[in-house]
């Protein structure tokens, strides 16, 4: 799982019938100081998360079938809380 | 699941059964603006009639396979959605 904040929504009519209905929101990895940083990457919600709020996105598609309680299918990047506060050093 | 551009087709007559009907194309990673990342060009399952210089997205790893309706297949990458639009926010580091 890795922090993220999210930036936007992406907004797809034509897709694969698994991911029929989902929220799908643009997530932007934290930054890690003297590393690149990732480019934005598409992520389902489940947990009603909205533009700007701090998350913690789960990349694996056993974490995404059971979170979002549905069969394996082609999801492994899901949104799976909303982050109120981290303690310590990232 | 990441933004891609679709650059082109890959003809395979011999191929795996499980890919039987299905398209192979070829596409360059982008980020969010559709500009292309320093990542390698993919061969990646279509599953949504991606058409060229569309910008989709596509998910990696064992995930791809299951996008099949036979998930015994060697796929590690397939296209998912085609992008209609994508409103980014700019959000203020807090």
Redesign the interface.
Known sequence: MFLA????????????P??AAQK?L?VRQEPTPGRPQP?????VDSVDAG??D?VLVADE?NS?AQVLRKP??????VIVGIVDETVGDA | MNFARVVGTVVCTEKVRAWKGSRLLLVQPTDSAGEPTPARPLAAVDLVSAAPGQLVFYVRGREAATALADPENPADAAIVGLVDHVRETPVGAR
């Open positions: 904040r999210v930036v936007g929504e992406v907004v797809a009519t034509i897709k694969h698994h991911l799908l643009l480019p934005a990457v598409i992520a533009i700007g701090r598609g995404a394996r299918g082609p999801v492994r990047t």
